[in-house]
């Protein structure tokens, strides 16, 4: 399976895409002809001339830049009332004279230049021009640096076991026990994953040239060190001086290979030598004299104890300083582009990075806050697309909250007549139409078609051809606004009413016993009066309403009349109906003391509940059912405990089974068990009922399968494993508050439009599709993310670049209908250079992790996991094959932009979806996989690699965040305290060796030993330190969307093991490979690919 190639055939979860691979490619980003029909008449609907192909010889693009030109005669006065809150300022209004219009030099985004310096070739670039500076990071692995002491424990570098004792210790923490009952006290948190980083300075430059892979006689990519015992003789024990830095290894094929490293093999299955399959076979299964190649990586210890072989001498390593480090690209990304704010007006801008803060103007383009691309630069041809292997995606953010800096979308009136669009192929008006014949016609960016300008909105241009109104228009100069919506983009031609919540709380044995009803009840008495509303509306427009359930469902009539709520019990359940229509849905202050009577009769009217039997699917067909009769959009908080094993439709079973690991039905694991929830989500997109699903379980769940409903209607899930009101309420209200409070758009359908030559094809997110262009959803948040990857079906050309619109159709949480488009214009190249000089890795991991996650539903997991790095490979070959200039095949060359692929790529290779440990189970796994699936690009980038910051190095009243270090074990000092989250998961770590003061500042005890192990808060200390870490932990948890509970763990403790999970560069436990030796592996991969 190729990553770059369309789905497995096998429908993915999360794509209905019935008739997807017919899909037509036509003209433009149009859809072909058989898209289905819409109930949006306007907004997808047929158009006029829609099936008429352009004639061939049809005037195309427009003037080589879509971007309106750039204008000496800066601003014209903003005389239009109607948009009279927009234009003033410079940052509303249109491109400013200085912008360029131009292609951005070279190595603009990226950076600069010291690494360049230590390249080792100057030339190269050679081939494109002028050798730019911070072009291209040479990593020579030729000859590498062997580091004695901090070597690696004998069984081998990344692959070996992982040390016995070690092994118990993960037996013991946390209850992994899968199957019966879990732990009582530390609920594990959720997913234990992956991370990212912090920021601190290795050298990068040293490093990157210091080393060299060790003249490896075999040729194999791997230095010398990591084969294993053949060679560890020879050319290791040597000091690093007398190794030639550049020492060329010898002819690739010219010994036996070099045992194969890498990857990140699964642990439970001896017999598959992690990545035997590769490109010549080289890498070929067992090779008898490699015991750590065969024992450590394969079957770690842990799980099989491989008596075998003789260990290999200690392995020589890479000097850890020598590659490239994610903390110094992320310093210097935020040293080069942190103070200066991004302005969109050129076209194929690569914007500064997700963990920099920097501001945003928006002058044509849409932010990156909305839209992030893989590569702003791309290949005219397929072809060449092809060789690069670089995927064409976008991750697209519709509803991104912006910092208050930053102006929200203005929100344009065209009245009845609604906003302007192309003729044929729907596109909206936007900065780059080109107005023509005098302003009388505007020629489409997209399809090229030429539509009448509306009389109403007829403007004359100036000289340079733009309209006068240029810059009072935001969607003529802006690259993200909104439209009002008529009602012909409303369902069934009305518009709608304004959405309802509806409270399902589960009333079952577990949920009252645990506190969970009790908690919940308090809460929403509060939580009520801070439901989202709109602009300065008094109050919220939502009305809401409460049901109860476990085996049976009891609604609550709670009219602003009545003086106690009534209850009405549906012990039907396999044929769900709404007992009462008046009274159900009501106004919170209207009905405020009914509701409140309610809620705090809840909890006593269950208390004394036996019932531990619950249904699932019936209480979300009553929300929708109730939302229907409401003929209304809203959203169902579902609060759920346990497997919904009574009698009913949707009815489970526990099919948990651990012994599927690493076999072909693995993958039935993150399917759902029964097609009835699928049928269930697309009802309930149709009637723009979005579902979030809080869970509480003590054991499994099956979480794949209850997460079908909230995946496929845009709603979230949160996972609250062994819920105990003392250590959970924080988290879980937290959480709670934000759910309800956020702003969501209801029945949304979103479109993405592109300019004739690519077209979106494939689609990644929490959403339904019923036909192969509209992303229905039934709510959209803020935080949600959809991701769109692009193929060609023409060729594009370099002056007139490509272009995407995603227009999103939503409802407001005030009930308005409205349009929100975000346009974003690209270069487009001949040279595969610059497709390598504009790429984000950020964006690109985000797409792997989710096209991987989703491969893992029809695929074998470490067919999805070979795939990925077969991938990469190639995209890394390509590279060094077509843009590097000559070297030695001994050296490992990178693209700057794309230097840290190998360290991110091997994050995503060993989370927990793809090389589970021990203690994952398996709802963990599908809990993760839907997470990931939404998440945008700064949200993966810190999950796959944590960010770990000592707290100890910076003066204690400095406020700036302490830099950050690598997730790695040899980065943690004994005396320091460190801090490290991934958006999900956060823990304090504290030394051995800390000084006893910082113990007394932070726990206010007296020494280490007495520091409790697993505490989940701080005490709240009067003292400088503790506040600061205290403030650091809050200023974490506010940049999540997420709350991250708080876990401490001392070193050499038995929670340690926890913890240890998220320092991501070194080996994993279930077998995934530390940094440098997946280095080592992708050099090897490279190699193979060019010899
Ligand atoms: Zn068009």
């Given amino acids: ?516 009803v009790r908690l919940l009840c308090e809460e929403l008495k509060s939580l009520l009066d801070f439901l989202p509303r709109e602009g300065g509306a008094e109050e919220s427009a939502i009305r809401v309403g409460f049901v109860t359930y476990n085996k049976v469902l009891h609604f609550y009539n709670v009219k602003s009349s009545l003086a106690q709520p009534q209850m009405m019990v549906v012990s039907d359940v396999a044929d769900m109906f709404v007992p009462l229509l008046d009274g159900f849905l009501v106004n919170v202050s209207e009905s405020r003391t009914v509701i409140n009577s309610l809620l705090d009769q809840i909890p006593e009217m269950f208390a004394d509940t036996r019932e531990t039997e619950t249904v699932f699917a019936p209480v979300i067909q009553a929300g929708m059912e109730a939302l229907k009769a409401a003929e209304c959009p809203g959203k169902l908080f579902l609060f759920h405990t346990s497997l919904p094993i009574a009698e009913a439709p949707g009815k489970l079973k526990n099919r948990d089974d651990r012994k599927l690991l690493n076999t072909d039905k693995e993958k039935t694991l993150f399917q759902p068990q029964t097609g009835f929830y699928q049928s269930l989500a697309k009802e309930c997109v149709t009637q723009g009922c979005c579902v979030d699903l809080f869970l509480f379980p003590n054991q499994y769940v099956d979480v794949a399968t209850l997460g079908v409903v909230p995946h496929h209607t845009g709603g979230s899930i949160y996972k609250y494993t062994c819920f105990q009101v003392e250590s959970d309420q924080e988290r879980f209200l937290s959480d709670l508050r934000r759910d309800v409070q956020k702003d969501v758009g209801f029945d949304a359908v979103m479109r993405v439009r592109t300019s004739t030559g690519i077209r979106a094809t494939d689609f990644f997110g929490a959403f339904y599709m019923s036909n192969t262009t509209d992303v229905e959803l039934a709510g959209l948040d803020g935080d949600k993310t959809v991701t769109v990857e692009f193929k060609h079906d023409d060729r594009l050309s370099e002056d007139s670049g490509a272009l995407i619109q995603c227009a999103l159709l939503y409802t407001s949480c005030a009930g308005q209908r409205r349009l929100r488009i975000h346009n974003l214009s690209l270069n487009c190249c001949t040279q595969l250079a610059d497709l390598y000089r504009n790429c984000e890795t950020d964006t690109l991991i985000n797409y792997l992790a989710k096209f991987a996650y989703r491969g893992v539903l029809s695929s074998p997991v470490k067919t999805v996991r070979d795939a990925l790095v077969s991938q990469c490979a190639q995209i890394l070959a390509c590279y060094r094959k077509n843009c590097a200039s000559p070297s030695s095949a001994g050296q490992l060359i990178l693209p700057e932009c794309m230097k840290l692929l190998p360290v991110y790529l091997n994050c995503v290779l060993k989370s927990d979806v793809l090389q589970p440990g021990a203690e994952v189970t398996t709802d963990d796994r599908a809990y993760v996989r839907q997470l990931v699936t939404s998440m945008d690009v700064a949200e993966t980038n810190v999950f796959f690699y944590p960010r770990l910051l000592p707290l100890t190095k910076v003066p204690v009243e400095s406020t700036a965040e302490p830099p950050a270090v690598r997730a790695s074990e040899e980065r943690l000092s004994k005396g320091d305290v460190y801090l490290l989250e991934n958006g999900l998961n956060l823990f304090l770590w504290v030394g051995a060796s800390v000084q006893q003061s910082v113990v007394q500042s932070l726990f206010n005890v007296p020494s280490f030993s007495q520091i409790t192990s697993g505490l989940n808060a701080l005490p709240v200390l009067e003292n400088p330190l503790s506040k600061r870490v205290r403030d650091l932990i809050d200023s974490f948890r506010a940049q999540r969307s997420r709350y991250m509970k708080l876990i401490v763990v001392k070193q050499e403790d038995k929670l340690e093991m926890l913890f240890k999970h998220f320092l991501v560069e070194d080996k994993s436990l279930s077998g995934g490979a530390s940094y440098v030796d997946f280095l080592c592996h992708m050099h090897k991969e490279i190699r193979q690919l060019l010899s």
């Fill in 1 to 516: 399976m190729n990553i770059n190639q369309p789905a497995p055939p096998g429908v993915p979860y999360g794509q209905p895409q019935p008739g997807y691979a017919g899909y037509q490619s036509s003209y433009g980003g149009q859809p072909g002809p058989m898209v289905p029909p819409s109930p949006y008449g306007a907004y997808n609907g047929p158009m006029p001339g829609y099936h008429q192909l352009p004639p061939p010889g049809m005037p195309r693009a427009p003037p080589s830049s879509g971007t309106p030109p750039a204008s000496t005669t800066a601003r014209v006065p903003s005389g239009q009332s109607a948009y009279g809150q927009f234009g003033q300022g410079d940052v509303q209004n249109g491109p400013s004279s200085t912008v360029q219009m131009q292609r951005p030099p070279v190595s603009q985004p990226f950076v600069p230049a010291p690494v360049a310096s230590l390249v080792s070739q100057p030339a190269a670039f050679q081939p494109y021009g002028p050798p730019p500076t911070g072009a291209q990071v040479t990593t020579q692995m030729a000859g590498m640096q062997i580091s004695g002491p901090a070597a690696p424990p004998p069984s081998g570098l990344g692959y070996g076991p992982p040390p016995t004792s070690m092994a118990s210790a993960s037996g013991s923490f946390q209850g992994s026990n899968l199957y019966g009952s879990y732990p009582q006290n530390l609920a594990p948190p959720t997913s234990l994953t992956q991370a990212h980083p912090g920021a601190q300075t290795p050298q990068r430059s040293t490093p990157m040239q210091a080393s060299s892979f060790p003249p490896s006689a075999a040729g194999g990519p791997r230095p010398p060190s990591i084969t294993g015992p053949s060679m560890s003789g020879q050319s290791f024990g040597v000091p690093p001086v007398s190794q030639s830095n550049h020492a060329s290894s010898p002819p690739p094929q010219a010994q036996p290979p070099v045992p194969g490293p890498p990857g990140p093999p699964p642990p439970m299955h001896s017999s598959q030598p992690g990545y035997q399959l590769q490109q010549n076979g080289s890498f070929g299964p067992p090779r008898g004299p490699q015991p750590n190649y065969g024992g450590t990586y394969s079957g770690a210890p842990n799980f099989a104890s491989q008596p075998g072989p003789p260990q290999p001498p200690p392995p020589k390593r890479l000097d850890p300083d020598s590659i490239p480090s994610p903390i110094q690209v992320i310093e210097d990304d935020r040293n080069n582009r942190g103070s200066e704010p991004f302005v969109t007006g050129a076209r194929g801008q690569v914007p500064p990075l997700v963990t920099t803060n920097f501001l945003v103007k928006d002058q044509g383009n849409a932010s990156p806050r909305y839209i992030r691309c893989t590569s702003y630069n791309i290949p005219c041809t397929s072809d060449m697309a092809k060789q690069a292997q670089v995927p064409l995606a976008a991750v697209i953010k519709p509803l991104a909250r912006l910092p208050p800096e930053e102006a929200p979308p203005y929100v344009v009136d065209h009245g009845e007549s609604g906003p302007v669009r192309c003729n044929r192929c729907k596109a909206y008006m936007c900065p780059f139409m080109q107005f023509i014949e005098g302003g009388r016609r505007f020629q489409c960016c997209f399809c090229s078609c030429v539509t009448e300008v509306p009389p109403q909105y007829f403007q004359h241009l100036d000289h340079t051809g733009k309209r006068v109104d240029f810059y009072d228009r935001p969607e003529l100069s802006l690259g993200s606004y909104e439209f009002l919506a008529t009602v012909d983009y409303c369902k069934n031609n009305k518009f709608p009413h304004p959405p309802a919540f509806i409270f399902m709380i589960d009333v079952s044995y577990n949920a009252v016993r645990s506190g969970l």
